[in-house]
């Protein structure tokens, strides 16, 4: 399974970013995916994530009422809008899924991958 994120980039305060995580490859179910951002000097921390069906989603504090998580399953794609950013979430911003992977003969594993991420800045 392979995630490619894209999206971010350089905003003024105030303004909006749309990440974007698309998954790709052979034989695989997702189950829950989410965000993450890791600012310089810090942890990597979890900003939102959203289960297989989209009916249930999580926040951290920080980001809600500004940020929204949804997924489109036909695309297997995940995305965060970001609105009203503020410079303290300036972070690169990693993509996660989860699900189940299957070979050709018949078995099944579970997996959990990240994608590459992708740099936000938000100046003041």
């Known amino acids: 399974v392979q995630l490619v994120e894209s999206g971010g980039g350089l905003v003024q305060a105030g303004g909006s970013l749309r990440l974007s995580c698309a998954a790709s490859?052979?034989?695989?179910?997702?189950?829950?995916m989410g965000w993450y951002r890791q600012a310089p000097g810090k942890q990597r921390e979890l900003v939102a994530a959203i289960t297989s069906g989209g009916g249930s989603t999580n926040y951290a504090d920080s980001v809600k009422g500004r940020f929204t998580i949804s997924r489109d399953n036909a695309k297997n794609t995940m995305y965060l809008q970001m609105n009203s950013l503020k410079p303290e979430d300036t972070a690169v911003y990693y993509c996660?899924?989860?699900?189940?992977?299957?070979?050709?003969?018949?078995?099944?594993?579970?997996?959990?991958?990240w994608g590459q991420g992708t740099q936000v800045t938000v100046s003041s």
């Open positions: 996660n899924t989860e699900g189940i992977k299957y070979d050709d003969y018949g078995g099944a594993s579970s997996y959990a991958y």
């Open positions: 490859g052979r034989r695989f179910s997702i189950n829950a």
